[in-house]
C-alpha cells in the first residue's frame, strides 16, 4: 500500500513565522502536490514537483515556496505565515503514468 | 475555465437504501473523472476512476456512471451503512492529458441507522 506521511497532524504557529511542512511517500512516486483545503473553497492547489528539483506552481502560490531535494520529500515553506494561510494542507503524490493521487493525512495549521 | 459543481447539500439517506451523488461540469470534456472519499479531519481516499470511453464502472457496492453528452457524472453506492458516511469529492482532469485534477467541492453524505 502507498503510504504519505505529513510531518505534523496540529501546528500552532504565529503571525511571520517560518513555516515547514515536511511530505514524504515510500512508493517512489515521482509526482507530488501540496494543496491545502478550506471550508467552501474546497481542494486548491499550491505547488506540484514533476521530479527531483523540479517545481511547478498550481492555483495559489502566493505566499508558499517548496523543496524537493529528495524523490520521496516534498516540503511546503511558509516564509511569513499570516493569519489567511490558517488552514487544512494536504500532501499528495503519484506514479507519473497514473491519474489516481494517494493523499497524505493532512496537516491542520492554526496561524495566530 | 472549466467548472465542476457538486450539492453542497448534505444528503441524508436511511441506511440500507441507494445513496446518488451527483457531480456535474461546464466548458469542458474531460478525459476522465475519479471519485474520492474525505472522512473528516483526514486526507482524500481514491475510490473510482471512469474514462470519457465508459459509461459506467463498479466496485463492491460502488457504481460510477459518465454522461458526456450530459456533462454529468453519477456516484451510487448501493446498501448503504453508515460507515458510508463521509465527504465525497469528484475531480477531473484539468486540461485534456493532463494528470493534475480539479476536484470539485464535494457533497457530505450521511447514513442514518
Known amino acids: 500500500d502507498v503510504k504519505v506521511t505529513q510531518s505534523s497532524r496540529y501546528l500552532v504557529k504565529r503571525t511571520g513565522e517560518k513555516v515547514f511542512l515536511e511530505c514524504v511517500q515510500d512508493m517512489d512516486h515521482e509526482n507530488m502536490f501540496w494543496y491545502r483545503q478550506d471550508p467552501g473553497l474546497g481542494l486548491r492547489l499550491i505547488y506540484f514537483s514533476y521530479d527531483v528539483k523540479m517545481k511547478e506552481k498550481g492555483d495559489i502560490p502566493e505566499g508558499y515556496s517548496v523543496s524537493r531535494e529528495k524523490k520521496e520529500r516534498f516540503s511546503l515553506i511558509l516564509e511569513s505565515a499570516s493569519t489567511n494561510q490558517t488552514s487544512m494542507y494536504l500532501c499528495a503524490s503519484r506514479m507519473s503514468t497514473q491519474e489516481t493521487q494517494y493523499f497524505g493525512p493532512g496537516t491542520r495549521l492554526l496561524v495566530l | 475555465s472549466q467548472k465542476i459543481e457538486q450539492n453542497s447539500e448534505a444528503l441524508n439517506i436511511q441506511e440500507g437504501k441507494t445513496a446518488t451523488l451527483t457531480c456535474n461540469y461546464t466548458?469542458?470534456?474531460?478525459?476522465?473523472l475519479q471519485w474520492y472519499r474525505q472522512d473528516p479531519g483526514r486526507g482524500p481516499v481514491f475510490l473510482l476512476l471512469i474514462r470519457e470511453n465508459e459509461k459506467e464502472k463498479r466496485k463492491e457496492r460502488l457504481k460510477v456512471t459518465f454522461d458526456t453528452t450530459l456533462k454529468q457524472s453519477l456516484f451510487h453506492i448501493t446498501a448503504s451503512q453508515p460507515a458510508d458516511s463521509a465527504t465525497y469529492l469528484c475531480?477531473?482532469?484539468?486540461?485534456?492529458?493532463?494528470?493534475?485534477?480539479?476536484f470539485g467541492r464535494g457533497t457530505s453524505l450521511i447514513v442514518h441507522p
Open positions: 475531480a477531473l482532469d484539468r486540461s485534456r492529458g493532463s494528470y493534475i485534477p480539479t
Open positions: 466548458n469542458y470534456s474531460p478525459a476522465y
